[in-house]
Every structure is written in C-alpha cells, then in structure tokens.
C-alpha cells in the first residue's frame, strides 16, 4: 500500500492509540498529517508524557491517568474508533482490545503499518539474544557496500517517522520483538532469528506462546517473505528450519561445518553449498567484537545479506565495528581496573555469553526485574567466570540460589548484596586489585529499577565515572 492510498483511507476515520511511549509519538504525528482523529490513552499523566504539548496542539486528544483502559473500553464500547494501535508491551488479549475485536475494530501497531506502507525490501531480525547486534551489523555493511540504508525498529527512531522519505532503492534492516511478532499480519522480505532461549515468560503465557511469535518473522503464510535465516546450533531454532524448509528459501548458519549455509571453516566464515566452499569472508580473529556470541552475529548478518555485501566489505565492517551501546561496552580504567557495561543483557543467556568472552574471572553486577525466566545456567556460569558476585533487584534471592545449587559451585565466589545500583558498583569496586575486570551483566531486565536497559546502563557509566 503506497502512502496516497493510506491516506484517503484513514483521512477524517478515528484512531486509538495506547500507549504514547517511543514508538507512537512518531505514529501520531503521521497519523495527524493525514487527516486522521488520533486519540492516545496511556498510564501515565500529562506531565510524564514526551511531547504531550506538541502533540495536543497538533490536534491529538488524550486520556491518561490509572484508569485510561476503562476510558478506552467505553469509547470502544460507544463506537468510537475505526482502528486501534496498540504499543507493543500491552497484550491484545486485555479486555478493551477483545472487546474491539468483537466489534469487528482493527487492531493493530506502527511497526505493522510501517511493514505495509514501506516499499523497500527488509530484512527483520529477532532473538532472545543478539538480536541488536546483528541487525546493526547488518546495517553496517548495507552501508560499506554503498546501500542505501535505515536502521530502525526497536533501535533508534521508530522508521514510521521515515516513511516519506524511504523508496524502494533503500534497503531496511529492522529489530522485531517477540512483543512486536505476536500479532503481526506483516512480514519482511528477509526474517532472521539469532536464537530462542527462555525469555519475556512475564508476558507471554508460556515458552510455546513466546516461540511462536518468534516464529511469526518467518512469514509462512506470507508471499512477502522470501529468505529465512536461522541458526543451526540452536534446538528451537533447528527445529523451525525443519518447519521453514519446505516454504521458505532457509539458510542456515552454524559454528560448525555444514553442507549448505554461512559457516566456520578452519577459522573463516564461508559459504558452503553441496559440501563445497564457495565464498570466504573473514577470519574469526579479524572480528573486533569479543566473544563466540558476536561470531554467530556476523554470521547471521553475512546470510541475511548474501549477494549484496562482499567479502571486503564483511571484512571492513569486523575489523571496525566496536558494537552497540550497552553490549560488553568499555567504560572506564580506574586504578589498573576496567569496568565494562553490558545491559542489554537481560536474559542469562545474554550475560552468559559476555561472562565467556572474557578470560579471566570477573566481578559481576547482575539482577534486576524477575521476567521468570530459569536462572540455573547462569548460576553455573557465575561459578565459572565470577571471582565475586555483586546482587541487586528482585532477582537477587533466586540468582544467589542458583549460583549455590549449580553442580559445579564450590563455595569460592563472593557473593554480596546491594540496594542501588550506585552501592553495588562501589561495593564491586572495594572488591579489586588491579587487573581485575568489572562488569554490569544483570541477566534480568530493568523494569524493578529503571525504565529501560538504556537508562540503567548510562547510570552505570555515570556512576563508574564519577568514581
């Protein structure tokens, strides 16, 4: 649908908007300049809403405070709305959003508007882990190859505040949440999925639930998505290729060899087809990025772009590229003692493959919101990698008992509590000598404490370097 059609569509209809966070102030300002009603619910008062002024005098109306769903179910209830958007944290199964489906109200979000509306190709990544990463990587060598391209997603600017400005000539390289995929009628022409692990068990109803939105990027009754890419060393994600196969173009990518797929051999990423190597990229070592994790993500990144992006090009970008904020990020060097900030780890899965890219035993932060996830690999790791264990948040309790119950703990690491994050960093801090290495890797999310893994993770900085 191009962008003209759009418009004469929802031009003078009425639209919802609930939740007026990050991805939907752009969503409303787009909406408005079509000619559309736009009325946002959301939480939170008037005054802890960004560009709620602007907005208003834009034309949009709002209704915020504790109570707005019962607001939004008895504007649903009058027939007051032709579509719905809904941020991607809130479930469709709310009653407000059932009762809208009865009466037959589209619901839907800005990442599936802009899915509609975009005419470029996209290649939409998702995974409980890497999924950041891989999609700037992709992003970079889009761009070292002389493409046209746009980042965004759950990654910067939500593309709907774009979408005038893209043509079919650009190339998007898009984050996709399982949040986002749950209901999502749209596909991109690429899906990729880095990896499934246990993860957001606080908001999907169970782990089939939470697969199956990931599963949705694949695009299996969409004529849209041509290409899936998906990681051969994962059960879950094995076990979809097997499903995909058969519908889909599939290429796999795996640290082991494969017969057909982006793998490693002898060292280098190549391409193999029919037990045969055709293409070499790089050398793992060439990587700057740490860790076994980031090779799998350049892999994922080089199968997603085959026939777009060279060799010297993939080369480029892994000698260069130093990663995303918040991703094993290097904040400081105090008294012969590096401290580095992983945030974005917010599953055990993530930290533990940044507590493994690391030689050496470390002094650990971790905790933060229970998203009732297991918490026994990470015990494990804890016992492997930590020399001491510094614990805050909700999570503090069932992390602790999982370091102690892991076969392989033996009483050596340090284990400590802390109320703040400020008080865990200087707590961590006493615990060095130099040549130790801290790390913030909470393996949880942020929400106990603050109101994202971003925030939580420049707090850190501030405080390590205003040691």
Same mark, same amino acid.
């Given at each position: 649908?191009?962008?003209?059609e759009?418009?004469?569509?929802?031009?003078?209809?009425?639209? &919802?908007?609930?939740? #007026?966070?990050?991805?939907?102030? !752009?969503?409303?300002?787009? =909406?408005?300049? =079509?000619?559309?009603? #736009?009325?946002?619910?959301?939480?939170?008062?008037?005054?802890?809403?960004?560009?709620?002024d602007?907005?208003?005098? =834009?034309?949009a109306?709002?209704?915020?405070?504790?109570?707005?769903?019962?607001?939004?179910?008895?504007?649903i209830?009058?027939?007051?709305?032709d579509?719905?958007y809904?941020?991607?944290?809130?479930?469709?199964?709310?009653?407000?959003?059932?009762?809208a489906?009865? +009466?037959?109200?589209?619901?839907?979000?800005?990442?599936e508007?802009?899915?509609? =509306?975009?005419? &470029?190709?996209?290649?939409g990544?998702t995974?409980?882990? *890497?999924?950041?990463?891989?999609?700037?990587?992709?992003?970079?060598?889009?761009?070292?190859? @002389?493409?046209?391209?746009?980042?965004? *997603?759950? $990654?910067?600017?939500?593309?709907?505040?774009?979408?005038?400005?893209?043509?079919?000539?650009?190339?998007?390289?898009?984050?996709?949440?399982?949040?986002?995929?749950?209901?999502?009628?749209?596909?991109?022409?690429?899906?990729?999925?880095?990896?499934?692990?246990p993860?957001?068990?606080?908001?999907?109803t169970?782990?089939?639930?939470?697969?199956?939105?990931?599963?949705? $990027?694949?695009g299996?009754?969409?004529?849209?998505?041509?290409?899936?890419?998906?990681?051969?060393?994962?059960?879950i994600?094995?076990?979809?290729?097997?499903?995909?196969? @058969?519908?889909?173009?599939?290429?796999l990518?795996?640290?082991?060899?494969?017969p057909?797929?982006?793998?490693?051999?002898?060292?280098?990423?190549?391409?193999r087809?029919?037990?045969?190597? #055709?293409?070499?990229?790089?050398?793992?070592?060439?990587?700057?990025?740490?860790?076994?994790?980031?090779i799998?993500?350049?892999?994922?990144?080089?199968?997603?772009?085959?026939?777009?992006?060279?060799?010297?090009?993939?080369?480029?970008v892994?000698?260069?590229?130093g990663?995303?904020?918040? +991703?094993?990020?290097?904040?400081?060097?105090?008294?012969? #003692?590096?401290?580095?900030?992983?945030?974005? &780890?917010?599953?055990?899965?993530?930290?533990?493959?940044?507590?493994?890219?690391? &030689?050496?035993?470390?002094?650990?932060?971790a905790?933060g919101?229970?998203?009732?996830?297991?918490?026994?690999?990470?015990?494990?790791?804890?016992?492997?990698?930590?020399?001491?264990?510094?614990? $805050?948040?909700?999570?503090?309790?069932?992390?602790?008992?999982?370091?102690?119950?892991a !076969?392989?703990?033996?009483?050596?690491?340090?284990?400590?509590?802390?109320?703040?994050l400020?008080?865990?960093?200087?707590?961590?801090?006493a615990?060095?000598?130099? *040549?130790?290495?801290?790390?913030?890797?909470?393996?949880?999310?942020?929400?106990d404490?603050?109101?994202?893994?971003?925030?939580?993770?420049?707090?850190?900085?501030?405080?390590?370097?205003?040691?």
């Amino acid at each position: 649908m191009t962008i003209p059609e759009f418009q004469n569509q929802i031009s003078g209809k009425t639209a &919802a908007v609930v939740g #007026v966070g990050v991805s939907n102030v !752009p969503l409303i300002k787009f =909406l408005l300049s =079509l000619g559309a009603k #736009v009325v946002g619910y959301d939480k939170r008062s008037k005054e802890e809403i960004e560009c709620y002024d602007e907005l208003s005098a =834009l034309g949009a109306h709002f209704y915020v405070g504790e109570d707005y769903l019962d607001q939004l179910m008895r504007h649903i209830e009058s027939g007051k709305y032709d579509v719905i958007y809904k941020t991607p944290g809130i479930r469709p199964d709310i009653p407000p959003l059932l009762a809208a489906k009865e +009466r037959g109200i589209e619901i839907t979000s800005e990442m599936e508007l802009f899915l509609k =509306l975009c005419p &470029a190709p996209i290649i939409g990544v998702t995974g409980s882990d *890497g999924k950041t990463t891989t999609t700037s990587i992709i992003y970079e060598l889009l761009k070292t190859s @002389g493409k046209s391209a746009f980042l965004g *997603g759950n $990654i910067g600017t939500p593309l709907i505040a774009s979408i005038s400005q893209i043509t079919k000539d650009d190339i998007i390289a898009l984050e996709m949440s399982s949040f986002q995929l749950y209901t999502m009628n749209q596909n991109p022409d690429i899906g990729v999925i880095t990896n499934i692990t246990p993860n957001h068990l606080d908001w999907h109803t169970d782990m089939t639930e939470y697969i199956n939105a990931k599963k949705n $990027i694949c695009g299996l009754h969409s004529e849209r998505t041509k290409t899936v890419i998906l990681n051969a060393d994962n059960d879950i994600t094995r076990d979809i290729a097997q499903e995909v196969s @058969g519908v889909k173009k599939t290429i796999l990518f795996s640290k082991n060899l494969l017969p057909d797929g982006v793998c490693v051999e002898n060292g280098y990423i190549v391409r193999r087809e029919n037990n045969q190597t #055709v293409e070499t990229f790089l050398n793992v070592n060439d990587i700057k990025l740490p860790g076994v994790h980031n090779i799998e993500n350049f892999m994922a990144a080089i199968a997603a772009t085959l026939g777009t992006v060279s060799s010297k090009s993939a080369l480029h970008v892994a000698q260069t590229f130093g990663g995303v904020p918040h +991703r094993i990020e290097f904040v400081r060097e105090l008294d012969g #003692v590096k401290y580095y900030n992983d945030s974005i &780890a917010t599953t055990p899965a993530r930290s533990k493959a940044g507590l493994s890219s690391f &030689a050496q035993k470390l002094i650990v932060i971790a905790g933060g919101y229970d998203k009732n996830i297991p918490f026994d690999e990470f015990g494990a790791i804890i016992n492997e990698k930590a020399k001491a264990l510094v614990l $805050i948040g909700n999570t503090a309790d069932k992390i602790e008992a999982a370091v102690k119950s892991a !076969p392989n703990y033996s009483g050596e690491v340090i284990i400590i509590r802390a109320t703040t994050l400020e008080e865990a960093t200087v707590k961590a801090k006493a615990l060095t000598v130099p *040549g130790d290495v801290v790390i913030l890797s909470p393996a949880c999310a942020s929400f106990d404490m603050f109101k994202n893994f971003e925030v939580r993770g420049n707090e850190f900085k501030k405080i390590v370097n205003n040691l």
